[in-house]
């Protein structure tokens, strides 16, 4: 079973930065895909970046390709999601995602364990 808990979500402006943390336990981190989705309000929840196991291989929406970065430590048991010049349209709850496969995936449905989510609200 693994946790994770999502950090660092904010409300800043347009064009600003924020780096969300997700910190993991209870499992063997270097053994899992790890994904960020996210959800507006009245929206489905929506793929935005996966890494596999080993950091290797990483997959962007094109909605956050040349924006945003994905990476992990997994000595340290975390995830990262560094997000550069925001829109408003990227205001939602971001979720971080573990899949207990190496291979990482762009569905919610291919993610075994998700955390409480943390609010992002960029202002125009």
């Known amino acids: 079973q693994v946790q994770l808990v999502e950090s660092g979500g904010g409300l800043v402006q347009a064009g600003g930065s924020l780096r969300l943390s997700c910190a993991a336990s209870?499992?063997?981190?270097?053994?899992?895909?790890m994904g960020w989705f996210r959800q507006a309000p009245g929206k489905e929840r929506e793929f935005v970046a996966a890494?596999?196991?080993?950091?290797?291989?990483?997959s962007y929406a094109d909605s956050a390709k040349g924006r945003f970065t994905i990476s992990r430590d997994n000595a340290k048991k975390m995830i990262y999601l560094q997000m550069n010049s925001l829109k408003p349209e990227d205001t939602a709850v971001y979720y971080c995602?573990?899949?207990?496969?190496?291979?990482?995936?762009?569905?919610?449905?291919?993610?075994?364990?998700w955390g409480q989510g943390t609010q992002v609200t960029v202002s125009s």
């Open positions: 890494v596999n196991w080993s950091g290797g291989i990483t």
């Open positions: 995602a573990a899949r207990s496969s190496g291979a990482a995936k762009t569905v919610p449905s291919g993610y075994d364990y």
């Open positions: 209870g499992g063997t981190l270097g053994s899992y895909a």
